[in-house]
T-cell receptor, first 114, second 114 residues
Framework: NAGVTQTPKFQVLKTGQSMTLQCAQD?????MSWYRQDPGMGLRLIHY???????DQGEVPNGYNVSRSTTEDFPLRLLSAAPSQTSVYFC?????????????FGEGSWLTVV | EDKVVQSPLSLVVHEGDTVTLNCSYE??????LLWYKQEKKAPTFLFML????IEKKSGRLSSILDKKELFSILNITATQTGDSAIYLC??????????????FGQGTTLQVKP
């Protein structure tokens, strides 16, 4: 019963490096999204997808790329990491309706950019 | 611009106290309001509210929505140290471009002292 799986859990990057945060879900959810959480800011939507091959920008998309080649996977790419991207990242998935108890979050990825 | 605002941002109480957390919103095509509890990891679902005036209750926690005044409250009675967490309010919207997206407030950090 995996749910939403995020990797890595912790990562330290140097400014300018690139990396990919992986997110996979095994619940056949159409909707997947990435949020970042900073102190005092709540969760802010980075990118989201309503199905394979479809992605769109959220509130804070700059510096991040996503793709959705399969229903299960939704990786988040940082092409050139900046200290401002130090944050906790959450992947979430749900069926294509907003019903609170069917929105599943991953365990989070703590990213530090030095 | 759609926004969700929570107050207070932080709160320190003693065990046994009752607390009220507030969430106000200005969101187009409002569909539902959700409360989450976050303890160092992923947010966990508490309540989803869609109708005004109907209280949702789970143990010592309860919540109600006022769609006329655009706010919700989360009450916690007889607080315990295990209630210490960040409480997040989020609003879901109708519309094909909004389906599945949540707009989060900043969160309220509650600390319950023994």
């Amino acid at each position: 019963n995996a749910g939403v799986t995020q990797t890595p859990k912790f990562q330290v990057l140097k400014t300018g490096q690139s990396m990919t945060l992986q997110c996979a879900q095994d619940m056949n959810h159409e909707y997947m999204s990435w949020y970042r959480q900073d102190p005092g800011m709540g969760l802010r939507l980075i990118h989201y997808s309503v199905g394979a091959g479809i992605t769109d920008q959220g509130e804070v998309p700059n510096g991040y790329n996503v793709s959705r080649s399969t229903t299960e996977d939704f990786p988040l790419r940082l092409l050139s990491a900046a200290p401002s991207q130090t944050s906790v990242y959450f992947c979430a998935s749900s069926l294509l309706r907003v019903s609170g108890n069917t929105i599943y979050f991953g365990e989070g990825s703590w990213l530090t950019v030095v | 611009e759609d926004k969700v605002v929570q107050s207070p941002l932080s709160l320190v109480v003693h065990e046994g106290d009752t607390v009220t957390l507030n969430c106000s919103y200005e969101v187009t095509n409002f569909r539902s309001l959700l409360w989450y509890k976050q303890e160092k990891k992923a947010p966990t679902f508490l309540f989803m509210l869609t109708s005004s005036g109907i209280e949702k209750k789970s143990g010592r926690l309860s919540s109600i929505l006022d769609k006329k005044e655009l706010f919700s409250i989360l009450n916690i009675t007889a607080t315990q140290t295990g209630d210490s967490a960040i409480y997040l309010c989020a609003v879901g919207q109708y519309g094909s471009s909004n389906t599945g997206k949540l707009i989060f407030g900043q969160g309220t950090t509650l600390q319950v002292k023994p």
